[in-house]
């Protein structure tokens, strides 16, 4: 069945370092891919997402690129805050099956200041 | 202002006991899901529904039950049959498609706990 592996965390950074956490996804077919954020205590926000190969995601800062051949969606943001200290979540959307999504495990980012 | 809504945020329950969680949208979406969140685990999928009156079992249903009698509520009970019940439970809803791409928007959560 389909799934997604995330990088295990919980990942420290000081501030303005740069961010990669990374997600590679199996899936039959062509999938669209999404980054979720979760602060503490909340529901999940959708961050970013792909819908084809090649495809860039981004927003506030953060940015990942649909990648078919490494079957990858890797998060990046180029300096990150203490405000982005949250759990990401990278999932895949099964089309055809409701829209039904299949989330990795979740990576905890703790940035210092 | 448009959103999901849940209640309660915290609610305590005996063993044995059903407890039914609320989750209210006013996004006029057609699916709805819940989903269960244990630590360091990813969301895993309880039930969803694409219409009214209409729901699937996702991949850990046994010991859960929904309704979906209205468009706006699917109310999620936890049975006494589950045997692992404290988790957070996440309801989330989207428009309906078939691409795949329509994002799901959730609601605050509600954390159960089985004393």
């Known amino acids: 069945g389909n799934s997604v592996t995330q990088m295990e965390g919980p990942v420290t950074l000081s501030e303005e370092a740069f961010l990669t956490i990374n997600c590679t996804y199996t899936?039959?077919?062509?999938?669209?891919l999404f980054w979720y954020v979760q602060y503490p205590g909340e529901g999940l926000q959708l961050l970013l997402k792909?819908?084809?190969?090649?495809d860039k995601g981004s927003n506030k800062g953060f940015e990942a690129t649909y990648r078919k051949e490494t079957t990858s969606f890797h998060l990046e943001k180029g300096s990150v805050q203490v405000s982005d200290s949250a759990v990401y979540f990278c999932?895949?959307?099964?089309?055809?099956?409701?829209?039904?999504?299949?989330f990795g495990a979740g990576t905890i980012l703790r940035v210092k200041s | 202002d448009g959103g999901i809504t849940q209640s309660p945020k915290y609610l305590f329950r005996k063993e044995g006991q059903n407890v039914t969680l609320s989750c209210e949208q006013n996004?006029?979406?057609?699916?709805m899901y819940w989903y269960r969140q244990d630590p360091g685990q990813g969301l895993r999928l309880i039930y969803y529904?694409?219409?009214?009156?209409?729901?699937q079992k996702g991949d850990i249903a046994e010991g859960y039950s929904v309704s979906r009698e209205k468009k706006e509520s699917f109310p999620l009970t936890v049975t006494s049959a589950q045997k692992n019940p404290t988790a957070f439970y996440l309801c989330a809803s989207s428009i309906l498609g078939t691409s795949g791409n329509n994002e799901q928007f959730f609601g605050p959560g509600t954390r159960l706990t089985v004393l």
């Open positions: 792909a819908t084809k190969a090649d």
């Open positions: 999932a895949l959307s099964e089309r055809g099956y409701g829209n039904k999504l299949v």
């Open positions: 899936a039959t077919g062509y999938p669209s």
């Open positions: 996004l006029n979406h057609d699916a």
């Open positions: 529904s694409q219409i009214v009156n209409d729901f």
